[in-house]
């Protein structure tokens, strides 16, 4: 059976100096070593637990010495503190800087070793549950620890393994070698022999004294651990009563014409219109926050003026691995090439400061800056539409056709690939997929990698590249409206690449009835790689 054990530090700190390196390096151990670790058992054992023998305790540090173990490393980051140490002197002037380098965690925060091939008896287990719950310290004695034996670990948690990853850094970690470890190598006689002789067992003054680089039975083992093992995590999100989750998950706007003189946006103005709404539902929601904190100062990046939904953020503001926030889809149903409804779609359920956010959106300025005629100023040339709130509901109540089912989708918007083509690398793309005559093809390859990496959506049986956009009239006749060209596909954001990305329209048929909306692909929450139900008789 695999043998886990967990180590807490309720200080928040792990102090440990890499074997070979100096303090002042400024380089902690990270991940703990296996050959700190048998150290600090025996330890525990010689001053603790000296009912032990030898018999019982050899037993278990042959199990764990006979496989390397792998790691669960928790979110940590790097600190140091410097202090001045008076150096052997009667004047007390003559100090010295030194770095005292650590790794901070969160005192709940679990590193585990995990041996998957170690097998321990009974009465092993006992052993070092015993050892376990004496150990006190874990590296320098600022280093709190608390030990246990997992139960029941998931090792795909496993983060940190020996060998060498792609993505990951290499990093040398102190391991025991399975053949030396309980042996003895030293051969000075002013050398004070443990009981029992073994290399684990010797002190720091013995490895000076005979010169060894390296501790006499411990082994170098290359590790692969997560390049952002140390990256800066900001402090969660506060959690407030406005958090609370509602079951809605769409909400339905329509633009109002009554005025008559205020042009829809086109159907090519998609993507920033869908940015526009966003900047505005955020605006809304910010003014609600502070309305309720009525007093308290707000930074300009405050976690609490952003909305986890509207902005597809998590609890450390970094940005969501899933798509479950909000997609932003602004929609022509009346087929005139102007855009009419706006739907806001979130399967994670908006919450309820959202909902009044949503609720408190009754109009949309969108347009572009432009000089004004005869002088030097500029002004805005940007067109006011109210918005109505006509539906909250959840998915299957809401009455639009981005979220009927069909078996065959047609692309309303122009799909952006997610990546571009490969033309180095292990991963590079086929060499049929490089000419430009290819395109087609590729683009259909690529929309296919989409659809596998959404796991709320089936594999399709069929993609079709559609060279012209068809719509169907009333008539059942064909009629051409706006070429994928004309859309805009860039965000508005420093160094976007949108307009160089591949694009293209497609027609997908499903194996079954499938529900929507589905928007797939570069810029999916803000309109683009939009599909539409066609109709069965169509």
């Known amino acids: 059976m695999p043998v886990s054990v967990a180590l807490s530090f309720p200080g928040g700190r792990f102090h440990a100096t890499p074997w070979g390196h100096h303090v002042n390096e400024a380089l902690p151990e990270w991940p703990p070593s296996p050959w700190r670790f048998l150290r600090a058992l025996v330890a525990v054992w010689k001053r603790k637990l000296r009912h032990l023998t030898g018999a019982d305790v050899e037993p278990v540090l042959s199990e764990l010495v006979k496989t390397r173990p792998a790691f669960y490393l928790p979110p940590a980051t790097l600190g140091h503190t410097r202090h001045y140490m008076p150096l052997n002197s009667t004047d007390e002037s003559k100090r010295t800087k030194v770095f005292d380098a650590f790794v901070s965690l969160a005192p709940d925060a679990e590193v585990v070793f995990h041996w998957d091939d170690a097998t321990l008896t009974d009465d092993g287990k006992q052993t070092l549950r015993l050892l376990l719950s004496q150990l006190g310290y874990f590296g320098r004695a600022e280093s709190w620890c608390a030990a246990q034996l997992l139960a029941d670990f998931d090792s795909a948690r496993l983060n940190c393994l020996p060998g060498s990853a792609t993505g990951k850094e290499p990093v040398r970690v102190l391991t025991a070698d399975p053949g030396t470890w309980n042996g003895w190598s030293f051969k000075d006689k002013k050398i004070v022999l443990p009981d029992p002789k073994w290399n684990l067992l010797a002190e720091t003054a013995d490895l000076h004294l005979e010169r060894w680089s390296d501790p006499p039975g411990s082994k170098w083992v290359t590790y692969a651990r997560p390049t952002n093992s140390f990256a800066p995590r900001p402090a969660p999100r506060p959690v407030s009563p406005g958090d609370t989750k509602t079951e809605f998950v769409a909400a339905r706007f329509v633009l109002d014409v009554a005025e008559g003189r205020r042009p829809l946006p086109l159907v090519t103005e998609t993507l920033p219109l869908a940015e526009e709404i966003r900047r505005q539902l955020g605006r809304e929601y910010g003014r609600i926050v502070r309305n309720r904190n009525r007093g308290v100062e707000f930074a300009k990046d405050d976690p609490r003026l952003f909305s986890p939904m509207f902005y597809g953020k998590d609890e450390y503001g970094m940005p969501a691995c899933s798509h479950d926030h909000a997609f932003y889809l602004p929609s022509d149903e009346d087929r005139d090439g102007r855009i009419d409804h706006i739907t806001v779609f979130a399967s994670g359920r908006f919450s309820r400061d959202d909902v009044s956010a949503l609720d408190g959106l009754r109009t949309l300025s969108f347009g572009k800056e432009g000089e004004a005629d005869g002088d030097d100023e500029s002004r805005q040339r940007r067109t006011t539409h109210r918005l109505l709130?006509?539906?909250?509901?959840?998915?299957?109540?809401?009455?639009?056709?981005?979220?009927?089912?069909?078996?065959?989708?047609?692309?309303?918007?122009?799909?952006i690939a997610f990546r571009h083509l490969k033309e180095r690398g292990t991963k590079r793309d086929r060499r049929e997929f490089l000419s430009p005559e290819a395109l087609p093809e590729f683009m259909e390859h690529v929309l296919r990698e989409d659809f596998a990496q959404r796991e709320d959506l089936p594999k399709p049986d069929r993609v079709t590249f559609v060279r012209d956009p068809l719509v169907h009239r009333d008539d059942g006749g064909l009629e051409w409206r706006y070429r994928s060209l004309q859309f805009r596909r860039g965000r508005n954001r420093r160094g976007d690449d949108g307009f160089s990305r591949p694009f293209g329209a497609f027609r997908v048929t499903f194996p079954e009835r499938v529900r929507g909306p589905i928007s797939l692909g570069y810029a999916c929450h803000f309109g683009m790689g939009s599909f539409r139900p066609v109709p069965e008789d169509k």
Do not use: K, N
């Open 389 to 415: 709130l006509i539906g909250l509901d959840r998915a299957e109540a809401v009455h639009s056709e981005q979220f009927r089912s069909a078996t065959v989708w047609e692309s309303a918007t122009p799909y």
